[in-house]
């Protein structure tokens, strides 16, 4: 949800970040791809690009350069899978959103055959001010391998979720109990996915593990992925076992159906996951989730599936008696019974 925020908090600097990119690689034809449930966003860069327009920052000559920029707004009709960029361009030229063999990549061959660089919002949204205050200055937050600033999307058991910008390497401690308000009623935190549901999941077995800094090296050092830092806070309240039948069916829903191995297994495994929570499996059961989800890894067209089977194996892995409390009859281990 940080795309939303920025784009009704500051659409200007995103369509600045869109026309720099264009003339930095002389591309003339730009579109804005966003979500289909995305339409008051879209009215408000709509007005800001009719703005930019009017002001000579777009279109025909822009600023006296010679050079010819023009963006466009694209609205998709919602699916997840979208968000992968060979998806987003078969959706933006009107055929099914699905992933394309690579290589060719899109720097190659992209939009309607044509050499296409594609770019994030919040990447786009920074290029303004990176180039005004130049790489020292941004070198100068962050981490030395990881530089610079990230928008970290909190949420799950937090008192105060949103959107926060902040240094990578800023903590999971800091995140959440600075700026995140900590947990209600004073819980203690179990689990995080540091890059929402399609991350491995990071148990909590030692309070030192929140003093891990948020950057891509150490994150991964931990066994998990930073990714789009959309940071869900799980603490003892949550039974695991509800929270990966949740995932699951989630890229059930979302997957496009294109290649096999996630086109089934994310049927399968939502499935076998449901069946766990509903009381009706066997304790095989809980080791044929994980079998399914080890078949899916590494053997589909794109990240899609890949992710789907993050919070399944770590979630198996690191808090198989919350599995083991449905299979048994004792119910929701969170709950208790």
Request: glycine share 12%; charged share 20%.
């Amino acid at each position: 949800f940080k795309d939303h925020q920025i784009i009704d908090g500051n659409p200007h600097q995103l369509i600045e970040g869109v026309a720099l990119c264009a003339y930095a690689v002389q591309a003339k034809t730009n579109y804005i791809y966003l979500r289909g449930e995305f339409y008051e966003p879209a009215r408000t860069l709509q007005r800001a690009i009719d703005e930019a327009y009017a002001h000579g920052m777009l279109g025909k000559n822009v600023l006296g350069s010679g050079f010819d920029i023009d963006i466009h707004i694209h609205l998709g009709a919602g699916a997840y899978i979208c968000g992968e960029e060979t998806a987003l361009l078969s959706s933006l030229e009107g055929q099914l959103g699905q992933p394309r063999l690579r290589p060719p990549f899109p720097a190659v061959v992209g939009l309607y055959g044509k050499p296409t660089v594609i770019n994030n919002v919040e990447t786009l949204t920074n290029l303004p001010l990176i180039l005004e205050k130049g790489a020292p200055w941004y070198k100068s937050m962050g981490t030395e391998r990881s530089p610079g600033v990230k928008i970290f999307s909190l949420s799950g058991c937090v008192n105060r979720p949103g959107n926060y910008e902040l240094p990578l390497g800023t903590t999971f401690r800091e995140l959440i109990y600075t700026h995140g308000g900590g947990l209600p009623e004073g819980r203690q935190v179990r689990g995080i996915m540091p890059a929402g549901a399609s991350s491995a999941i990071i148990s909590i077995t030692d309070d030192r593990l929140l003093d891990t800094p948020m950057d891509y090296e150490s994150v991964a050092a931990i066994g998990s992925q930073l990714g789009s830092a959309s940071v869900i806070v799980l603490d003892d309240s949550v039974d695991f076992a509800w929270l990966v039948s949740k995932t699951v069916n989630f890229f059930k829903h979302e997957s496009c159906g294109k290649c096999t191995p996630c086109r089934e297994g994310t049927f399968w495994m939502n499935r076998l996951a449901q069946r766990i929570v509903d009381g009706r499996a066997t304790p095989e059961d809980i080791s044929l989730l994980e079998t399914v989800a080890n078949q899916i890894a590494g053997k589909c067209l794109c990240a899609l599936g890949e992710f789907s089977v993050m919070a399944v194996t770590t979630g198996i892995r690191q808090f198989r008696t919350d599995f083991e409390h449905h299979v048994n009859g004792s119910g929701s281990a969170a709950s208790g019974g």
